[in-house]
């Protein structure tokens, strides 16, 4: 079975400073990792994911995450937050092309003006 | 396309009440899954669908929880009898072959 462990339950940042989410996995078994992101009383929306191929990801909206097999990690980045980056980040993983996603506790990111 | 569709939005209702959640999910996915969200559990996967059959239900949490998915556009969650412990937020969500789930926004239940 995978396991997800997302280190920062709060991260408050100023705006246009950059922020680190970090994100541990652990799984016997290759794995693909996601980063779903959740605004207020919203569900969850797709941010990021690594499937196979060059280990940084990049989503459209400047975050960016890099798998690290040898670390079990997959933190995500962003150099300069918005006021609208204000939201709950999971790390999420499942075992390569399995169907059950196993999510971390996630992050509340607080972007501050 | 419209997502992910899921209601009601919000429920609130008595213990020992039948609660019933609806998905509609997204047309063409042939996967779907319900989560639970609760601030001590965080977010848990209870059940997942492919092609409308139950392939693994060992996150549902009692027999109290049922689910079912008649056809390839409709699930549905089933809690009788409600209990307190049960307030969650109750999320499905869908996706085709291996790609990428989609979430709906959610069925916010409050048991009193």
């Known amino acids: 079975a995978q396991s997800v462990t997302q280190l920062d339950s709060q991260v408050p940042v100023f705006e246009e400073a950059p922020v680190e989410l970090r994100c541990n996995y652990s799984?016997?078994?290759?794995?693909?990792l996601f980063w779903y992101v959740q605004y207020p009383n919203q569900g969850l929306q797709l941010l990021l994911k690594?499937?196979?191929?060059?280990?940084l990801v990049e989503s459209i909206n400047g975050f960016e995450a890099e798998f690290n097999k040898s670390q079990t990690s997959f933190h995500l980045r962003k150099p300069s937050v918005h006021i609208s980056d204000t939201a709950e980040y999971f790390c999420a993983v499942t075992k390569a092309a399995g169907n059950k996603l196993t999510f971390g506790g996630g992050t509340r990111v607080l972007v501050k003006p | 396309d419209a997502g992910v569709i899921q209601s009601p939005r919000h429920e609130v209702t008595e213990m020992g009440q039948e609660v019933t959640l609806r998905c509609k999910p997204i047309?063409?996915?042939?996967?779907l899954f319900w989560y639970r969200q609760t601030m001590m559990r965080g977010l848990e996967l209870l059940i997942y669908?492919?092609?409308?059959?139950?392939?693994?239900d060992s996150g549902m949490p009692e027999d109290r929880f049922s689910a079912k998915m008649p056809n390839a556009s409709f699930s549905t969650l089933k809690i009788q009898p409600s209990e307190p412990r049960d307030s969650a937020v109750y999320f499905c969500?869908?996706?085709?072959?291996?790609?990428?789930?989609?979430f709906g926004p959610g069925t916010r239940l409050l048991v009193l």
């Open positions: 047309s063409g996915h042939d996967y």
């Open positions: 690594y499937l196979s191929g060059s280990t």
């Open positions: 969500a869908s996706r085709v072959h291996q790609e990428t789930q989609y």
């Open positions: 669908f492919n092609n409308n059959v139950p392939i693994d």
């Open positions: 799984s016997s078994v290759s794995v693909y």
